[in-house]
């Protein structure tokens, strides 16, 4: 068993976490969208259309480096990274994102983010992926010494963003949910949990290693 065999259904019975719907953002404003994004999102709607693969080329990966661009460069985004924590529990597999508070390394370290591209279109059908990676992240910040107060997660299409948080054994599930006709309001969510991950971030434990075997490099 891996991350993609969840639903939400298994990730409340197997990790013993319960979801409810809440408003994670009830006071939230669009922000400014930087012109390049964009430019950017309008060259490569057509595109994306294609294929997941181009959806996620063409329009989750430039509003993620807009998120990063905005917060300073104070996270970091991991592609196609492993996260392989629990394997008695199907804790194991890759994250098609996860973003951490730590300057771009080859080897993972503080994830707050895990992000979760949905397939054929189906946000409900990727919920359960999105918990587990959010219940696995939780853990390996515990090995690593460091365990911020909430981890956050995200069930994205390209053109339709829903967040989670975790607060365990609870999974907080947004109410709303941002679609691409809404950019400001998207890049406005992410500015919200990058700025709650980072206030509540606690440092890795001197010495501190992970084993976790490496995807693709981050982005820098």
Known sequence: MSYTEFTLEKAEKILGVSAQPVHLFPSLSPVAVPAWLRDTLTRGMELALLSE??????????????????????????????????????????????????????????????????????????????????????????????????????????EAWQFLRLDHPAVLIDRARYYIDNVGGILAAWQEIIKKCLAGKVAPAAGSATNVPRGESPSS
């Open 53 to 158: 693969k181009a959806r996620s080329e063409f329009i989750v990966v430039p509003i993620l480096l807009a998120c990063r661009e905005q917060s300073g460069n104070a996270v970091a985004i991991y592609s196609g990274q492993r996260l392989d924590v629990r394997q008695e529990q199907g804790l194991v597999g890759e994250c098609d994102f996860i973003l951490a508070a730590t300057p771009p390394v080859p080897v993972l370290r503080a994830p707050l983010v895990t992000i979760v591209e949905a397939k054929k279109n189906d946000i409900e059908g990727g919920l359960g992926q999105c918990v587990a990676q959010m219940v696995a992240a939780r853990l390996f910040n515990e090995q690593e010494g460091a365990v911020p107060p909430h981890l956050y997660g995200c069930v994205t299409t390209g």
